[in-house]
């Protein structure tokens, strides 16, 4: 199946959980996350109308920036070592993954721009991976004001990959409880108004549970992986 037939569909399935949970399915958007696939590949989802790109790793990254072409927000979706920040931070809309203050100094120190991050919190507490404890979260974006090259535009969070609905969705609404929390705390580098969660396997109900990103590889653009 075509990456367009892909696209068309899940935009069917967000279309039906934002009516679903009375939202405009406008105010969702589809992250082709594309880092197990070639840049051919990258290349035929942007041609596609797919405009959010993201990866998790420096080298695809930088690697397919270069290479892609057409109107595109990159998307930095993984975990990101201090050390990597020089290399990908000019180049970077997004990132996703910002989960502790040695980080956020770097971003700071390697940018003179206004960089959009979330705030990846560990809702489902798993030791496997990363993220801020949701009790940790306010004091976290507290201290990240000092920061001024920072935006904290939202959270994001990654659920388990289990068929539980109900597990999924109490993940999911606390994460948006959270983005809530911290959206009130009316910090002027945080207006914390948008939610990166679900993917491939829970992406509609991230969609009714308030998601306004939602990152989606296999089920969008395949996976090259031999």
């Given amino acids: ?13 967000i279309s039906k959980a934002c009516e679903r949970s009375n939202r405009n399915p406008e105010n969702v958007s589809i992250i082709a996350v594309t880092k197990y696939v070639s840049v051919e590949t990258t290349q035929e989802a942007v041609d596609s109308g797919i405009v959010h790109l993201g990866e998790n790793r420096d080298e695809g990254f930088i690697h397919k920036y270069e290479q892609v072409t057409g109107h595109v927000k ?3 979706i993984g975990t990101l070592q201090s050390r990597k920040v020089k290399s990908i931070i000019d180049k970077v809309d997004y990132i996703h993954s910002l989960d502790r203050l040695s980080l956020a100094k770097e971003i700071h120190k390697r940018t003179n721009r206004k960089v959009k991050c979330f705030v990846q ?7 496997s991976k990363h993220g ?6 306010i004091e976290f974006v507290q201290q990240l004001e000092k920061y001024d090259s920072i935006e904290i535009i939202g959270l994001m969070t990654m659920a388990p990959h289990i068929k539980d609905e109900k597990v999924l ?3 999911f609404q606390k994460t948006r409880h959270l983005q809530q929390k ?11 108004t948008e939610l990166s969660m679900g993917m491939s ?12 990103f939602v990152r989606i590889g296999t089920s969008l653009v395949g996976n090259e992986r031999k």
Avoid at 121 to 127: G, I, L, T, W
Avoid at 182 to 192: F, G, M, R, T
Wanted: a negative charge; charged letters at 20%.
């Fill in 201 to 212: 396997n829970d992406y509609s109900i991230a969609v009714e549970e308030g998601a306004t």
């Fill in 182 to 192: 911290v959206q009130h705390l009316n910090l002027s580098n945080a207006p914390c």
């Fill in 169 to 171: 969705r109490r993940i």
């Fill in 74 to 76: 990159w998307h930095f």
């Fill in 1 to 13: 199946m075509r990456i367009s037939d892909n696209l068309q569909s899940i935009n069917q399935q």
């Fill in 121 to 127: 919190v560990n809702v489902s507490e798993e030791k």
């Fill in 132 to 137: 801020v404890s949701a009790d940790e979260l």
